[in-house]
Structure formats: structure tokens, C-alpha cells
């Protein structure tokens, strides 16, 4: 198993930037695939980016597209969000998950990733 730990939030104005950081301890976590999910005030849980266990297959909800890059060091066990021209609407909790079988794909439903971090708030003014 993998233990995600997200760090990286904050508060910003629209427009502006923030990166998120997922520290995934666990010798598996290369063969995992891992996604970042978000959750607004009285919104469901929404997918946002995954990526795949080598980096090379990734993923986006169609409101992130073109602003928002989803990476990953595996030697440094870390997975990124890079967020740029951030808008209120994506103010939320965002979480970073695993999923340990999606082998070469990525997946956008929730119950696919397995282990889960505990959050860090976004927040977007503006």
C-alpha cells in the first residue's frame, strides 16, 4: 500500500497559480496509477487528473484542460498538480489517490483508487 499526503494549497486570486505536491510512501507506489479528485462546499466528489504508473498516459476532466498538468517523480515517490489561470469554481478540497490496477490506463472514477490522502484546501477569490 501506498500513504498519499497532500500538501501545496492555499489561497490565491483568480488567476493566479499553485502546485500541488502527493507524497506517496510504499515500494509499490511506481505500479500505481495516481489521480487528484476535488470536493467544493456542498458539491459531490468531482475527478480532476490522473496519470498513469510511467507518466505517459494522463488524464483531465474537460474543465481543468489547458490549465491544469498532472505529473509525477517516482524516484522521489511524489505526484504533482500544477494548477495556472485558477478560477473560483475550482475552489475545493483536493485529494490525491491511488490506484494500484489500472496497469496502463488511467481512471476517473473514485472507486478505482484505493488509498487516499487527507486533503488540502484551495481556495480561489475573485
Known amino acids: 500500500q501506498v500513504q498519499p499526503v497532500e500538501s501545496g494549497g492555499g489561497s490565491v486570486q483568480a488567476g493566479g497559480s499553485l502546485r500541488l505536491s502527493c507524497a506517496a510512501s510504499?515500494?509499490?507506489?511506481?505500479?500505481?496509477?495516481m489521480g487528484w479528485f476535488r470536493q467544493a462546499p456542498g458539491k459531490e466528489r468531482e475527478f480532476v487528473a490522473a496519470?498513469?504508473?510511467?507518466?505517459?498516459?494522463?488524464a483531465y476532466v474537460e474543465s481543468v484542460k489547458g490549465r491544469f498538468t498532472v505529473s509525477r517523480d517516482n524516484a522521489r515517490n511524489r505526484v504533482y498538480l500544477q494548477m495556472n489561470s485558477l478560477k473560483p469554481e475550482d475552489t475545493a478540497v483536493y485529494y490525491c489517490a491511488a490506484d494500484p490496477n489500472a496497469g496502463w490506463i488511467v481512471r476517473g472514477s473514485a472507486d478505482a483508487y484505493r488509498y487516499w490522502g487527507q486533503g488540502t484546501q484551495v481556495t480561489v477569490s475573485s
Open positions: 496519470i498513469n504508473w510511467s507518466g505517459g498516459n494522463v
Open positions: 510504499g515500494r509499490a507506489f511506481t505500479s500505481y496509477a
